[in-house]
T-cell receptor, first 115, second 120 residues
Framework: EDQVTQSPEALRLQEGESSSLNCSYT??????LFWYRQDPGKGPEFLFT???AGEEKEKERLKATLTKKESFLHITAPKPEDSATYLC????????????????FGQGTTLQVKP | GAVVSQHPSRVICKSGTSVKIECRSL??????MFWYRQFPKQSLMLMAT?????????EQGVEKDKFLINHASLTLSTLTVTSAHPEDSSFYIC????????????????FGSGTQLSVL
């Protein structure tokens, strides 16, 4: 069964304190791994898509990396406005989700950055 | 990027009533739309996949007769929660896949802003 597990569940950082969020996954052939940001009461906002092990993508203070078993979202020198829930999702290459674009989400990591 | 409009953003209703949530793709055609629900501090759980002009595909454990999905056009999908009960209270989110795009370019999967349903 395809599964996504994120850790930690919650993370509190001081402004400027860099850290990483983890997303571990098991999937029957990975088509893509996605990172989204979600603010309270809002829909997810797309951040990155990673397709193969070794791939890295960056956007401002965020950098996403991918291995065969997990992905990391590195946050460098975070600011209070980076506070949000970060969601990881996978799309399988074969089977129902690979044919429809269905994403399987992790439970998210809620990040709080204090000034 | 493309915009997915979801309406209403918040609805409060009495137990036993039905509630309709709309999901519109504003500047693109969406052959496939997905409906998720999210409980507080939990992940998004896929409820169903709807394709324009055909019946929706429901995930295991989701009641088809309770959560009616209609995808009548390439820009509109609706979710109707029939005979709502307090346990149906949740955050419902739709997402849309751009027509003609390959699955691999899933960054073209855009999400609506969500609907918070509270059933009293």
């Amino acid at each position: 069964e395809d599964q996504v597990t994120q850790s930690p569940e919650a993370l509190r950082l001081q402004e400027g304190e860099s850290s990483s969020l983890n997303c571990s996954y098991t999937v029957s052939g990975l088509r893509g791994l996605f990172w989204y940001r979600q603010d309270p009461g809002k829909g997810p906002e797309f951040l990155f898509t990673l397709y193969s092990a070794g791939e890295e993508k960056e956007k401002e203070r965020l950098k996403a990396t991918l291995t065969k078993k997990e992905s990391f979202l590195h946050i460098t020198a975070p600011k209070p406005e980076d506070s949000a829930t970060y969601l990881c999702a996978v799309q399988a290459r074969f089977g129902g989700s690979g044919n429809t674009g269905k994403l399987i989400f992790g439970q998210g990591t809620t990040l709080q950055v204090k000034p | 990027g493309a915009v997915v409009s979801q309406h209403p953003s918040r609805v409060i209703c009495k137990s036993g009533t039905s509630v309709k949530i709309e999901c519109r793709s504003l500047d693109f055609q969406a052959t496939t739309m997905f409906w998720y629900r999210q409980f507080p501090k939990q992940s998004l759980m896929l409820m169903a996949t709807s394709n324009e002009g055909s019946k929706a595909t429901y995930e295991q454990g989701v009641e088809k007769d309770k959560f009616l999905i209609n995808h009548a056009s390439l820009t509109l999908s609706t979710l109707t929660v029939t005979s709502a009960h307090p346990e149906d209270s949740s955050f419902y989110i739709c997402s849309a896949r751009v027509r003609g795009r390959l699955i691999a370019t899933n960054e073209k999967l855009f999400f609506g802003s969500g609907t918070q349903l509270s059933v009293l």
